[in-house]
């Protein structure tokens, strides 16, 4: 059973960066697809980014293109969601999950999720 488990959530003042990091365990293919998902208090969960482990290459939301930047590290099963010029618009809890694909970048695509991690913008 994969599981997955978000970190790297904080406060961050307006401008500022974090990164957050996604380790997967209990599944050992390179055929399936990361995707970043966020979810503001009182909002739908909205996808963030998407990552095709296969192919190596990476959607990303348009709220979020040129700010944000995903990598990976295979040997530690980890997938890195880079954020700069953090907005305060960006606050929500974070989450990565895991699908044989990207598909639509829906939520309902995915079917293995972390716990969410807390992101917080604010002066």
């Known amino acids: 059973q994969l599981q997955l488990e978000e970190s790297g959530g904080g406060l961050v003042q307006p401008g500022g960066s974090l990164r957050l990091s996604c380790v997967a365990s209990g599944f050992t293919s390179a055929h399936y697809a990361i995707g970043w998902f966020r979810q503001a208090t009182g909002k739908e969960r909205e996808g963030v980014s998407c990552l095709n482990m296969a192919v190596g290459s990476t959607l990303y939301a348009d709220s979020v293109k040129g700010r944000f930047t995903v990598s990976r590290d295979d040997a530690k099963h980890t997938v890195w969601l880079q954020m700069n010029s953090l907005k305060p618009e960006d606050t929500a809890v974070y989450y990565c999950?895991?699908?044989?694909?990207?598909?639509?970048?829906?939520?309902?695509?995915?079917?293995?999720w972390g716990q969410g991690t807390q992101v917080t913008v604010s002066s």
């Open positions: 999950a895991a699908s044989d694909a990207c598909y639509s970048g829906q939520p309902y695509d995915f079917g293995f």
